[in-house]
């Protein structure tokens, strides 16, 4: 079965970029989603299809996906932007990695 | 505004059954695939099972197939999961989340909130 690599955590300081990867064989080949989940709250869709913003969703956050890395971008980095971050593929079942904490120092 | 509202979990014992489900609003149902995601309690999430918006396509992950059967009433603007055999193992909140396709291979917008199944004895 296919399988997604995140890092268990990234740590980053207000104002600076966070990097978020996800690992998988050729994932270059496949559409990648990205979900933000804060404490005690549902998922919520950041980015789709590599690279797309849900309205609603700051420009702040952006994707990218090439080989086998997929990474989500988040630019000018906010406290309310602290929470855990999944990808997410389809590979004849859906997929997520295991998910990274992001802690905004 | 669309909503997914999950009911039926709770406590129940090794090997005895439940069944979950999601009532959607603010969307035409049978336009789209319907998913159910699980998340143990402090761990990460997992797709369960997947279903088309004609019930044509179905699919489960591994550790539930066998066990576990999605359907969805297009009458009704419901989703199911019918769990049997429940193991201490599928102890998590579990989410309904719409597909953005009808296929049911695309990615998951919006979610509801989840409802907890703790299977114990």
């Known amino acids: 079965s296919y399988v997604l690599t995140q890092p268990p955590s990234v740590s980053v300081a207000p104002g600076q970029t966070a990097r978020i990867t996800c690992g998988g064989n050729?994932?270059?080949?496949?559409?990648v989603h990205w979900y933000q989940q804060k404490p005690g709250q549902a998922p919520v869709l950041v980015v789709y299809?590599?690279?797309d913003r849900p309205s609603g969703i700051p420009e702040r956050f952006s994707g990218s996906n090439s080989g086998n890395t997929a990474t989500l971008t988040i630019s000018r980095v906010e406290a309310g932007d602290e929470a855990d971050y999944y990808c997410?593929?389809?590979?004849?079942?859906?997929?997520f990695g295991g998910g990274t904490k992001l802690t905004v120092l | 505004e669309v909503q997914l509202v999950e009911s039926g979990g709770g406590l129940v014992q090794p090997g005895r059954s439940l069944r979950l489900s999601c009532a959607a609003s603010?969307?035409?149902?049978?336009?789209?695939?319907m998913h159910w995601v699980r998340q143990a309690p402090g761990k990460g999430l997992e797709w369960v099972s997947g279903?088309?918006?004609?019930?044509?396509?179905?699919g489960y992950a591994d550790s539930v197939k066998g066990r576990f059967t999605i359907s969805r009433d297009n009458a009704k603007n419901s989703l199911y999961l019918q769990m049997n055999s429940l193991r201490a193992e599928d102890t998590a909140l579990y989410y309904c989340?719409?597909?953005?396709?009808?296929?049911?291979?695309?990615?998951?917008?919006?979610w509801g909130q989840g409802t907890l199944v703790t299977v114990s004895s």
């Open positions: 997410q593929v389809w590979d004849s079942r859906g997929v």
């Open positions: 603010g969307f035409t149902f049978d336009d789209y695939a």
């Open positions: 279903i088309s918006w004609n019930s044509g396509s179905i």
């Open positions: 299809d590599d690279s």
């Open positions: 050729n994932i270059g080949s496949k559409s």
């Open positions: 989340a719409k597909d953005v396709g009808a296929a049911g291979t695309e990615w998951f917008d919006p």
